[in-house]
């Protein structure tokens, strides 16, 4: 029986040796790991946040960078740390000595749990939620100018992406158009398809990008407007690079609306209107 158990360490040794089975090290609870993002969230600059408890933040945006560091008893400049990561939620990028970068993915979320070793002792854990855009809202920014013989609407919005706990400024946004509905048929003169930047844009600090909203039109072809409305919506879908999920649906809505009375005396008026991101454009011009 003594000559089996000796057999059975001998074997277990063994396996340690060649790798087959890891070394795992001790737990020293005087080793710690801070961390700092390299951005700070929407929030800061929206909200005034706490400079250096925003960059303390564990839940993070798609895209982020963070610079972790480890700390504790017997950790100097002559210390090289083993960093180990676990999660769909980013990778690590090991810059030698006692710290490394946390890449968040840019298509993954989840969690990413980290760990490091050195000195043959193991650090405590510290976990990061990666998460992504979840919906968007638009808010005026100002008016472009109408040029000359023309009536409409034409307005450049800035559209913010949430959450804006995190910053999503590596990353940049899509938008897909996905028809329209109904088709504007009962206009006597053609309306322009919706032709959406096919390029993507990057987003800013304040999770912003900027969105032109018109409808700018003749002032001959408005005056062929039967009386009544007539309403229409593009589909536009909003996604990241590298993501078939779209983080935001939205209509933008035309309404074009003639109100003609004859009598004494008589009147004509016709108005013009654009939605999006529920925020809504208008546009009155009188004919008489």
């Known amino acids: 029986m003594e000559q089996l158990k ?13 790798g087959v ?9 005087s080793l710690t790991i801070t961390s700092e993002t390299d951005d700070y969230s929407a929030d800061f600059y929206i909200k005034g946040t706490d ?10 945006g ?24 676990s999660g769909s ?11 490394a970068t946390l890449k968040a993915s840019k298509i993954e979320t989840g969690g990413v ?15 990061f939620n990666v998460i ?7 808010q005026k920014e100002k008016d472009n100018p109408i040029p000359s013989g023309k009536i409409g609407v034409d307005v450049l919005m800035n559209v913010t992406v949430h959450p804006t706990n995190v910053s999503f400024s590596n990353l940049s946004v899509v938008e897909e158009d996905h028809g329209t ?5 009962s206009l006597p003169f053609p309306f322009p398809d919706h032709e959406s930047n096919p390029e993507a844009v990057s987003l800013s600090a304040l999770n912003q990008f900027q969105d032109n909203v018109a409808a700018v039109l003749p002032a001959a072809d408005l005056y062929l407007l039967p009386n009544g409305t007539v309403q229409w919506d593009w589909i536009c879908k909003f996604r990241t690079t590298g993501v078939d999920d779209f983080f935001k649906v939205t209509n933008q809505t035309f309404s074009l609306i003639r109100d003609r009375k004859l009598g004494l005396p008589p009147s004509d008026k016709i108005s013009i209107k654009v939605k999006k991101f529920d925020v809504e454009f208008s546009s009155e011009s009188k004919f008489n």
């Open 181 to 185: 509905v109904p088709a504007p048929d």
């Open 132 to 138: 992504s855009p979840e919906d968007a809202e638009g």
């Open 89 to 99: 939620g980013g990778s690590l990028e090991e810059s030698g000595g006692t710290s």
């Open 21 to 29: 089975l890891p070394i795992t090290a001790e737990e020293d609870q």
């Open 51 to 60: 400079p250096k408890t925003d960059k303390e933040r564990t839940t993070i």
């Open 6 to 18: 000796n057999l059975y360490w001998i074997g277990i040794s063994f396996l340690y040796f060649v």
């Open 113 to 127: 749990t980290i760990h490091a070793e050195a000195n043959g002792k193991r650090s405590k854990e510290l976990t």
């Open 62 to 85: 798609q895209g982020e960078l963070v610079t972790i560091t480890l700390t504790g008893k017997n950790v100097d400049d002559t210390t090289s740390a083993k960093w180990l990561a």
